[in-house]
């Protein structure tokens, strides 16, 4: 597809693309990487800066805008060690995770979140309906695992999060993202800041945090500590479902 026929294909709504910022970014931190995937692509952009990118979007709508494969990120559909690097930016369990409806058909509400974009409820473990907090984490967990298990040793994971402010104080979601990327087996490399432009939409629109963060991680070229590393995200993922631990917790 053509960077103008994707990009005319971009109109439709989604609340959180790629900004353009980020692409420069990723485009140095990918070269080199031939199989790339995207897990969570949203409407796909990653492809103006790679048209061949593998790409996984859970709603259909936004997939058709690219192509993508429809699929869910907590069960990615390829095989172990597929992928060369993973180039992907979750939710960040913002206001954008609200699913509510306006109840006052009088007031005319700015809505910017992936319900209201969608215009019908989210499908099953779309994380875009989780707000920050143990659920957030959970299945934020269980999509690093699997992309361990899909990105081959020697392997770079490129991931784009943010912060964001609730009740006047910064949520560390980025030091989140990044001690449970470690606790799975990734090396972390580097943080790159960018300045995007932020949302002013909502409480704390005035209050929003200057930037957003690209991490780059690798899977170690060490194929003994790569399957013992495998081995030990399984029984996590092991405990967290047979000790009942949020039953549940991947159901949105």
């Not at 593998?54 to 060690?81: H, N, Q, R």
């Not at 609200?98 to 009088?106: S, V």
Request: aromatic share 10%; net charge positive; glycine share 8%.
């Amino acid at each position: 597809m053509s960077e103008a026929n994707l990009l005319d294909r971009l109109v439709i709504r989604h609340p959180a693309k790629y900004s353009d910022a980020l692409l420069p970014v990723f485009f140095k931190a990918l070269e080199g990487y031939e199989k790339i995937l995207d897990p969570f692509a949203g409407t796909g952009k990653l492809r103006l800066i790679r048209p061949d990118a593998f790409l996984l979007e859970i709603e259909p709508e936004w997939a058709a805008i690219s192509g993508a494969t429809v699929g869910d990120a907590l069960a990615v559909p390829w095989e172990d060690g597929t992928f060369d690097a993973v180039c992907t930016s979750p939710t960040y369990g913002n206001r954008m995770a609200d699913h509510f409806t306006d109840h006052q058909k009088d007031k005319n509400y700015t809505r910017n979140t992936y319900r209201h974009a969608l215009g019908r409820p989210l499908t099953k473990n779309n994380s875009g309906g989780v707000q920050w907090g143990d659920k957030y984490r959970e299945f934020h967990e269980k999509a690093w695992i699997e992309v361990w298990r899909v990105l081959r040793p020697g392997g770079k994971f490129v991931l784009n999060v943010s912060d964001h402010i609730r009740k006047g104080a910064v949520q560390e979601v980025t030091k989140w993202h990044k001690e449970t990327t470690e606790k799975i087996g990734f090396v972390f490399v580097e943080n790159i800041e960018v300045k995007t432009q932020r949302q002013r939409q909502g409480r704390n629109g005035e209050k929003r945090v200057n930037c957003e963060n690209v991490m780059i991680f690798s899977k170690p070229d060490n194929t003994a500590l790569t399957r013992k590393r495998s081995v030990a995200a399984v029984e996590h993922l092991v405990i967290i479902f047979i000790g009942g631990r949020h039953e549940n917790s991947y159901s949105f």
